[in-house]
């Protein structure tokens, strides 16, 4: 009978207190249960015949170690409920975790960077602010069930049961033998309900991931945990999105016959997975400092492991493409591998098998030799009117990068002017000089940026020539005085059929021969003097040419109003006529 049933029985008076009576019910069967009279089967409570008692009594007094009942709660949790044993955040990454309840590794000790740690109401009685702490500590999803132990109660009958049974596994006789075969059955109905059981507080239960607590609305067990699993992962890995492009040995095969820069929509060159490649040049760098050679054993065990979370093939890739970009070197028992040396079969192999691990060493390549340093100096001096005080490769190649940014800016500010006048001068120094300042910024490795200026230092220099007196145009004077002499010139061009003149043609050419140079800079101060004569002589011929129409424009208008004169339409047509002749006369003026 149950609990319930038991109660009903009990009760022999209208008047008496339920609840009350079911209290000292449930009383009295924990009493009888400690003394072996009566056994509870889930909610069904049975009175044992001595044989039964007996048996109960030896049952009891099997010994079962805490070890035991959480490693069975485990084995449930993990191996019949959430079997799940990596993370899944893409096709390509896979994430093992660790597995624990309470504080007990399942199946031995575990080393992986996360886990799932399943808190039992053996495990302690944590406040919520311990388990928000415990998550953000242990890099792992804390699943806190809720404080019932009616399970670890089944699993430790349910393991007495088994020890008993396995050392009385034969020599039972008549009705001994139907109660150990009944034993029998009572424990497989426990597994069956110790996994209901369990399955239950985990849908209930409270989930903590990086300090924080899950709020779902899913009761699916494994949903739950896969969604806090996905925050920890986004959280533990956090540089795996450096790796913005999945590589291969196919990948590393290309990546050999051409430079793996690919172009953008402006022409500009990008780099996959650039901050991946970074950071493991930035390690590499870290060792040779220290007079350390890289192992590829060394590299893949620190890029294999959080924050990052790449696999293999990320990582011969990007320490594939730091040697192609000539970032670091590499050897072979001691030997330099070099693109002369060996094939690029050779290298690939030396690259992508398990057997170089240990045997492929890296370090980061010399820095820029005193000629590529000279020639830097030199640029910056000429072009930015600074001077380098340092000696450290990277310092001088930041600085340079500040003042070109500052340039192509400017330059940038300059092509505006062109837009609106593209007869100033110094279109193609503004051109050449943006195209030289793009390049440089787009160099990502202080080799690449030493010898790139040093191959092109004369281009900097001659840039550098040309620009000082185009900068002076444009923030000084000479671009007034420039944009005057256009505008007079394109005046003097909308008239020129109508104007024959030597000396004003003379000026004008004096004009457009200065205003057409790719360097008019040490003439202009001579337009003024030529402007103004222009203007004087234009103004002259153009008051010389005024007379006779103006003539032309008094008779017609006498001979347009005689003829008015007297005809009805007179008042009508009168002030048109007025205002028509005006129009004339302002647009001959």
Known sequence: ANVDNLTTLMISNIDDDRIEVRSKIEESLKKLIKETLVQKNGEIYIFLTNEEQEINNAINNESVEMGEIIGEASTVIFEEIYTEKKYRYSSRYLFPFNQKVDDRFFKGNQSNDIGVTVITPYGGDYADSALRLLSAQESSVIVKLPNDSTFLDEITESIKIYKFLNKNASGARGSFDSIRRAKEDERIEKKDRIRIFIEDALKNADIYVNGDKVQTNSKEISTRINEALGKLVASVYHKLSYIDTAMSETDIRSMFKNNGQQLT?????????????????????????????????SILERFLKAPYGFVEADVQWLVAKLFKDGEIAMFVNNEAVTLLSKSEEEIIRYLTRKEFNEKLMTEKRVKANEKQKKSVREVMKELFNVTSASDDDDTIMKSFFGYASNLKNDLEKLEIHYSTQPAYPGKQVVASGKKLMAEVLQMKYSNEFFTGIDLKKDDYLDFAEDYEPLKKF????????????????????????????????????????????????????????????????????????????????????????????????????????????????????
């Open 265 to 297: 929509l402006d022409g500009t060159k990008t780099t996959k997975n650039e901050l991946a490649l970074h950071d493991v040049n930035d390690y590499i760098a870290l060792n040779t400092q220290r007079h350390m050679k890289t192992s590829m054993k």
């Open 474 to 589: 444009f923030a000084g004077e000479q671009k007034d005085i420039f944009d005057k002499a256009l505008k007079l010139m394109t005046i003097y061009d909308d008239s020129k059929t109508f104007i024959v003149d030597s000396d004003i043609e003379k000026v004008v050419d004096e004009v457009k021969a200065i205003l057409k140079k790719s360097n008019p800079y040490g003439d202009i101060f001579r337009l003024p003097d030529l402007l103004e004569k222009f203007t004087n002589l234009y103004g002259r011929l153009l008051d010389k040419m005024m007379k006779p129409i103006e003539v032309a424009i008094q008779d017609a208008r006498k001979r347009v109003f005689d003829e008015l004169e007297g005809k009805q339409c007179h008042d009508k047509l009168k002030d048109r006529f007025i205002a028509l002749f005006s129009e004339i006369n302002e647009k001959a003026a």
